[in-house]
């Protein structure tokens, strides 16, 4: 059948069964679908969550944890670095140039004590350093040495290769739209998390739905 034929019939069978369909929508819709005629097996052995949130949310989940799995082989590789979070707190100060050590526990989500003791054995290492804040004597602002840009250069080499490891096999399009689809979710939740540390889950549900729950 010719393309822009078939694209037509595609398009007729959308609007009849989407009557307000936009274009956006009919090219997602036929982007799934044809996806979902390609048989690659079966997620979670087949135990799948009845919810599409849910799916989603497991999804990420399973995924994120084989991630942790080749992280953990990468530090193997890095004397300097011991676990994942000395990368991530050793990465935010560098491209940050400078920053409050309370900002940056802050935006890691981390504990006020666990954080502190994490920089202090980066410090230990010589992988950062810290001077007291001029404007504000009580804080501390954290930099990167020399030796922390070097190590640090060499967690990129092997945290860029768990990355192609994890997304192997995916095509460059692909990666781009799963960015778009949930880069917006990132940033959805970074403007609210730090308020809702603390909070039942019904009343993060709320503010974040703005649907109450009942309680049972």
Same mark, same amino acid.
């Given at each position: ?10 398009? /007729? ?14 090219? !997602?819709?036929? %982007?799934? @679908? +044809?996806?979902? $005629?390609?048989?690659?097996?079966? &997620?979670?052995?087949?135990?799948? #969550? #009845?919810?599409?949130?849910? =799916? %989603? ?12 799995? =080749?992280?953990? /082989? ?9 676990? /994942?979070?000395?990368? =991530?707190?050793? &990465?935010?100060?560098? &491209? ?15 504990? %006020? @004590? ?5 920089? &202090? ?12 804040? #001029? *404007?504000?004597? !009580? @804080? ?17 080499? $092997?945290?860029? !290769? ?12 692909? $990666?781009?739209?799963?960015? +778009? %689809? ?8 970074? $403007?609210?998390?730090?308020?809702? !540390?603390?909070?039942?889950? @019904? *009343?993060?549900?709320? /503010? ?9």
């Amino acid at each position: 059948m010719n393309k822009t034929v078939e694209l037509v019939n595609e398009w /007729a069978r959308f609007e009849e069964k989407f009557k307000e369909g936009t274009l956006e929508e009919f090219c !997602r819709h036929y %982007l799934i @679908s +044809q996806r979902e $005629k390609k048989e690659i097996g079966q &997620n979670f052995k087949g135990v799948i #969550p #009845p919810q599409v949130d849910a =799916y %989603l949310a497991k999804l990420l989940g399973t995924i994120s944890r084989f991630m942790h799995v =080749y992280i953990d /082989a990468a530090i193997e590789e890095i004397p300097e670095i011991k676990r /994942a979070e000395d990368f =991530y707190i050793l &990465n935010s100060i560098f &491209n940050l140039g400078e920053a409050r050590k309370t900002d940056i526990i802050n935006s890691h989500f981390l504990e %006020l @004590s666990s954080g502190i003791d994490l920089m &202090n054995r980066l410090v230990k290492l010589k992988l950062i350093q810290e001077r007291i804040d #001029p *404007e504000d004597k !009580r @804080s501390r602002l954290m930099r990167a040495t020399d030796k922390g840009e070097r190590v640090l250069m060499k967690c990129y080499e $092997k945290f860029s !290769r768990m990355s192609e490891i994890i997304f192997w096999g995916m095509s460059v399009d692909d $990666k781009k739209l799963c960015i +778009q %689809l949930l880069r917006g979710v990132e940033i959805k939740h970074s $403007k609210v998390i730090h308020g809702l !540390r603390g909070k039942s889950l @019904s *009343e993060i549900h709320t /503010a974040v739905t703005g649907v109450k729950v009942q309680k049972k």
